[in-house]
């Protein structure tokens, strides 16, 4: 099919100097402001599921919420297959990007409202805003630092970005708690939306600066179809989630493979889109375009374990905070955190509360629906009688969401430390090339998911409150995993793929986000299943200790393809 001649933006090119590009302090503050509102609406939407109809959240159960979260989790990052393939055909980068933040707000703005009509149409909104947004913001970075002149400091450059989207993720949980201790929940949700349009206004008003990054290349001769394109992976896609949510129907298997019919649904529709990017690497006619996708291809299947357990953080790190964790404070620290609203107020005082047994599990009806009773907050069932307050008082608690912080936090702390360290070691020839960066963060990511381990042994949490020092841990470890692994997909992405393919490659990486989502969200749907919660988190340890091991076996091979493609490790 015979396509168009790509209209190019006018570019006015950056002046040449030894910093970075003005573009990058753009998109810097753009995505900042853009995670602001996704870690915001992340980090409390669990909470919002599970929290009592009669306190404004849905009252869901562990389940249904984790089931819900993951969705969405997945569908998030499935987006940007079709954003990518989009802006890289049609809309341009800059267009996708403003577009996908348009919707995004309204989705987060849908979310304030109360009902379910509202919630799911915010959610579909921001699914599909972020499709547009994600990968193309991306994109259009990778593209600026293509100049010649910018190449070597391409890496740097996306550990600058990645900071703007760790300082945006930090602040947020704070303005959540703040918002729905004092508020309710619609508000904290309300904010998520001013957020992105702040990123929008910043975004807007800087087209020029960017231009650069939004060029496309000319369709080659050979190249495939956006409607083939659609139709060999989308429409396959579709028909496969409708098996896989119809195949538990009495007249086929009876029962669901993966524990609902939405897990069942979302891994299926990944296989033809899977066989998709396997397709565009065994299509691939030119050789050097062909290793560059085998590399990027091998990197994406081993990484999803790494973001299966960085997941964790909205489905089985939230519920441990909220239900396990001693979230107490010094009277000091308590009068210190009380004016930023960061304080959950609990009460043994009888209310309405969502009637749980002793493993924490919610009790249902006959349709179902969990079953609210008068009584104590649930936080007391596993605290000690001693530590209860005195008949008629209340406890103040650091709100669960402000836990999904110190991951942020860390990376801030830890990012110029990790640069310097591998600088340091650039400097005396010792500094380890990318893949083994990456499997040196898998390694870390086990390691984190180990201390849980040792964390639910340690401490019997039906009966009493494991300590916060073991979240701050395993988020600390994980952290400078995440320094090494993440920003470096972003940049093996625009090193490795095709010119004409690279958002939807972008997209690619989000797929591998997307798998990741729905199977640590899926792994929470069965987290009372677990009654030895040292099971759930061994099965992390175990399967990243595997992916570590096949990272630093490939790590030689990816090397030397990133060095053919860029003359450099």
């Keep these: 099919m015979t396509q168009t001649a790509v209209e190019q933006p006018v570019i006015t090119p950056a ?50 919420a984790a089931d819900l979260v993951g969705s969405y989790i997945a569908l998030v990052y499935l987006s940007p297959f079709i954003g990518g393939l989009l802006a890289d055909r049609y809309l341009g980068y800059r267009r996708a990007v403003i577009l996908g933040g348009f919707l995004l707000a309204a989705g987060y703005f849908s979310l304030a409202f109360p009902g379910d009509l509202a919630m799911y149409a915010g959610l579909g909104l921001i699914i599909i805003g972020n499709g547009f947004f994600k990968p193309n913001i991306g994109t259009i970075l990778g593209n600026i630092y293509n100049r010649e002149d910018l190449k070597a400091k391409k890496d740097v450059a996306y550990n600058i970005f990645y900071m703007g989207v760790n300082i945006g993720a930090f602040i947020c949980n704070f303005v959540a708690a703040y918002l729905r201790n004092h508020y309710g929940w619609g508000h904290a949700f309300a904010a998520a939306g001013i957020g992105m349009l702040v990123g929008l206004a910043i975004f807007a008003s800087n087209l020029k600066t960017i231009a650069e990054g939004d060029v496309r290349k000319p369709a080659s001769p050979d190249e495939m179809s956006t409607a083939k394109i659609l139709g060999s992976a989308l429409l396959p896609a579709i028909l496969a989630a409708a098996i896989g949510y119809f195949i538990s129907s009495p007249s086929l298997l009876g029962h669901t493979l993966f524990g609902t019919q939405s897990n069942d649904a979302f891994l ?21 375009d062909k290793r560059g996708l085998g590399a990027l291809l091998a990197f994406f299947a081993v990484a999803i374990i790494f973001w299966v357990i960085y997941n964790q953080n909205s489905t089985g790190l939230t519920i441990w905070a909220d239900q396990y964790t001693d979230r107490q404070m010094s009277p000091a620290m308590e009068n210190a955190a009380q004016p930023f609203g960061m304080l959950q107020t609990v009460t043994t005082e009888p209310h309405k509360v969502t009637q749980i047994d002793e493993h924490f599990r919610a009790i249902k009806d006959a349709n179902g629906n969990t079953i609210e009773v008068q009584g104590a907050d649930p936080y007391f069932q596993n605290l000690p009688k001693e530590k209860w307050p005195k008949e008629g008082n209340k406890l103040r608690l650091i709100s669960t969401e402000i836990f999904q912080s110190i991951n942020p936090f860390f990376i801030v702390a830890f990012s110029l430390l990790v640069i310097g360290i591998f600088g340091w070691l650039a400097k005396r020839g010792k500094e380890p090339n990318t893949p083994v960066k990456v499997a040196i963060g898998i390694f870390l990511a086990a390691g984190s998911s180990l201390l849980m381990v040792i964390a639910a042994s340690m401490t019997n949490v039906y009966i009493d409150k494991s300590s916060m020092a073991w979240l701050f841990g395993t988020y600390a470890v994980f952290t400078v995993g995440e320094i090494l692994v993440s920003p470096i997909g972003l940049s093996m992405v625009s090193k490795l793929s095709p010119p004409r393919v690279t958002a939807l490659m972008m997209g690619g990486w989000y797929l591998v986000n997307a798998i990741a989502g729905k199977v640590a969200g899926l792994m929470a749907t069965f987290w009372d299943n677990f009654t030895n919660k040292t099971s759930y988190f061994l099965i992390l340890v175990i399967s990243a200790g595997i992916a570590g091991v096949v990272m630093l076996i490939l790590s030689k091979w990816i090397a030397r393809v990133v060095k053919e493609k860029t003359g450099s490790y």
């Design 15 to 64: 002046p040449r100097g030894k910093g970075h590009h003005k573009g990058l302090y753009v998109l810097f503050f753009t995505e900042m402001w853009e995670r602001f509102g996704y870690y915001l609406m992340i980090g409390i939407f669990f909470l919002y599921l599970v929290d009592p109809s009669s306190n404004g959240g849905k009252g869901f159960d562990t389940t249904k």
């Design 268 to 288: 299926f529709a990944c296989v033809p889109i899977i066989i998709f990017y396997i397709r565009l690497f065994t299509t691939s006619k030119q050789k050097e």
